[in-house]
């Protein structure tokens, strides 16, 4: 098992690009984290760092307390599950599987004992006199990640394992890897730019751009409470919507944010921490499924209707709020109908929104009301 | 309609295909195939060049006192030592250096360059200069060599070290043939497998001998075999160089036919072994195919 920590970890090139910026994260024992972030954010190269592939410019790594900056790849005792899977295409299934067991210098026999059990587990007992050539994406896929547990490591790497899977074997991959996780109890880091593996998979998730770690935390921490414009943009889809607004002083010695042609009160539990706001501009972060039709008891904003997707057990309505040229899109019910052009009045369900600041892009600290959605 | 048509077209295509390989192939037919058929015609006479004509057919005679002559033998047995001394060693040496080109980041083709000069000079020259710097009391590797010390070599006039010398020279004129093709043969190899080899633990030396060797196997046997068949084939250097001497030391199969034809003037002998030569290239020829196809 594997306590595994980044001090300040940085990988910098000689032409003076820092890929990965003072990179701080402590992965528990036994825990399922994902590294989230869009392409060339970072994350892979804090894996590669973490597996001993690339060399770690400045920080520190500790495995279980030690200091493994300088250790080869071999002695820290991860596996790592690649993107392409690189298996190799000229051994069968079985020697790829035991391929680093031999390197080990394990029996023969134990070898294959292991190798034999691996792929129950898997369910590729079938394929393993057979060449990589041969076999499908999903079962290279399943090889790969037999070569990992073969080994018996103290935890698992995985650079974006199912993203080269179709649509409905990553979603079949995605629970057997967070069974596997739940059996093994594995320390495993699983690198990913799609934000609803690291929704469901992560136990938590470090959010990555530019190099940097922007937000770490249990997904429905995160979801609730975006750290920055970039997470809450980046997070769900549709993503939260962001939109300028200011806030201002209203009746009774309350707030308000007026966001184009509309002022929505602030709810009283976030005067005091919204109280810096006011009369400044700042970005207004709602998520889609805190907008809905038919709901008086709301502060309503209109929005003019310019597409309505209809994806199944909801509807997405995108339109632009009244006096904005920004885009909104609400997550309404099944029922909902309109036509583009149609102006629609949704209540907003102030508890739930979030201010950001537009220079720095941080959201305002407020306080955490809970997960207590308006009821319909 | 199209499924009605394609027929017709397919075998247009291959008309007009035909049409334009026509003059090519009359060409080649004139400079390949009309020759070898000759040789073979030649081969059943007793055909020399005192005698040029074809008017006593002795059957495989020709082929038997080949076979059972002991300088076609010596030739032979020359030949092979000669293609295996000069073929490992090549391998062995562009292995090395293809493999340290690969991890050189910065001026590769100058390496290049450095590589390709030998193999631009004509085999005629090649052993011209070697002649020349080899030569025992003229030469400047002896003067060199005198420099520490070391006694004058007779390099080309001793039957022991005349062998040698000519696989030295020409390892020296043919392992960039090997380095280049086993360069381009490397850097075409995934670069995946090495990562995951290196995340599993692998060190260099096993990285090499599991995972380089048996992805480069088929680049290797293609390799082999091309020089292979080009070093049997082996003449101008001989010619040049040591004319099959001192004795018969360094008689490949090449130049003993050459000497047959033209110094003993026995054409139809001459023909047989070149003939026998043939059969073998060919036979190596197919294994290349095979190879290559295995790969494909």
């Known amino acids: ?376 | 309609m199209s499924a009605l048509f394609a027929p017709t077209l397919a075998a247009r295509d291959r008309r007009f295909g035909y049409a334009m390989a026509a003059p090519a192939i009359v060409v080649l037919a004139a400079i390949i195939l009309a020759p070898v058929a000759l040789a073979l015609a030649t081969s059943l006479f007793d055909y020399t060049l005192m005698n040029m004509t074809f008017d006593r057919f002795i059957g495989f005679d020709n082929f038997v006192a080949a076979l059972s002559s002991s300088e076609f033998a010596n030739s032979m047995v020359v030949t092979t030592l000669f293609v295996i001394a000069v073929v490992a060693l090549e391998f062995v040496i562009g292995f090395i250096v293809a493999l340290m080109l690969t991890t050189v980041k910065r001026g590769k083709n100058i390496y290049y360059l450095i590589l390709l000069i030998p193999l631009l000079i004509n085999p005629v020259v090649v052993g011209l200069i070697w002649r020349m710097l080899l030569h025992p009391t003229l030469g400047i590797v002896n003067w060199l060599l005198g420099g520490i010390g070391v006694p004058d070599i007779d390099w080309l006039g001793h039957p022991g070290t005349a062998f040698w010398t000519v696989v030295l020279v020409d390892i020296w004129h043919q392992v960039s043939f090997m380095a280049v093709l086993l360069t381009a043969g490397l850097s075409a190899l995934p670069t995946e497998p090495y990562e995951a080899a290196r995340a599993e633990g692998a060190g260099t030396l096993q990285t090499f001998w599991y995972i380089t060797l048996p992805l480069m196997k088929p680049v290797i046997a293609v390799t082999l075999l091309i020089r292979l068949i080009f070093a049997i084939k082996t003449y101008d250097l001989i010619y040049i160089m040591t004319r099959g001497g001192p004795g018969d030391a360094t008689d490949l199969i090449s130049y003993y036919i050459y000497r047959s034809a033209f110094a003993r003037l026995n054409l139809g002998e001459a023909a047989a072994m070149a003939i026998l030569l043939m059969v073998i290239v060919i036979v190596l020829t197919l294994a290349l195919f095979r190879t290559m196809r295995a790969r494909g």
């Open chain 1, 1 to 376: 098992m594997a306590h595994i920590v980044l001090d300040k970890v940085t990988k910098s090139y000689a032409g003076g690009v820092t890929a990965v910026d003072a990179v701080d994260l402590e992965i528990r024992d036994g825990e399922l984290m994902v590294l989230l972030g869009p392409s060339g954010c970072g994350k892979s190269t804090t894996l590669r760092m973490i597996a001993g592939l690339e060399t770690i410019s400045s920080g520190d790594l500790y495995i279980d307390g030690e200091r493994v900056n300088e250790k080869d790849p071999r002695d820290r005792d991860l596996a790592i599950v690649f993107q392409n899977y690189a298996l190799y295409p000229h051994m069968n299934v079985a020697r790829n599987l035991g391929f680093g067991l031999k390197l080990r210098r394990v029996p023969p026999a134990e070898i294959e004992r292991r190798v034999q059990e691996t792929a129950r587990m898997l369910g590729i007992e079938a394929l393993l006199k057979r060449r990589p050539a041969q076999l499908s994406g999903g079962q290279r896929q399943r090889v790969a990640l037999g070569r990992a547990l073969v080994r018996q490591p103290r935890g698992f790497l995985l650079d974006e394992p199912l993203s080269n899977l179709d649509a409905q074997l990553r979603t079949t991959m995605r629970l057997e890897l967070i069974k596997l996780h739940r059996q093994l109890g594995a320390t495993i880091i699983h690198v990913t730019h799609d934000q609803l593996e690291a929704m469901t998979m992560g136990e938590r998730i470090c959010i990555m751009d530019g190099g940097k770690v922007v937000q770490v935390g249990p997904p429905a921490d995160v979801y609730r409470n975006p750290a920055s414009l970039f997470v809450a943009g980046f997070l769900a889809s549709p993503p939260m919507n962001l939109l300028p607004a200011a806030v201002v002083g209203s009746d009774g010695g309350g707030l308000a944010v007026r966001v184009g042609a509309t002022t929505l009160p602030l709810p009283e539990e976030y005067l005091q921490a919204y109280a810096g706001c006011r009369d400044r501009s700042v970005v207004l972060g709602v998520r889609p499924e805190d907008l809905h039709e038919a709901a008086p008891a709301l502060p309503q904003i209109t929005v003019a209707a310019n597409a309505v997707e209809m994806v199944g057990p909801e509807v997405i309505l995108v339109g632009t709020p009244e006096g904005l040229e920004t885009e909104a899109s609400a997550r309404l019910s099944r029922a909902f109908r309109a036509e583009p052009g149609d102006r629609i009045s949704l209540g907003v369900d102030m508890r739930q929104i979030h201010l950001f600041d537009p220079a720095t892009g941080l959201a305002v600290p407020r306080p955490d009301l809970g997960f207590e959605p308006h009821r319909r």
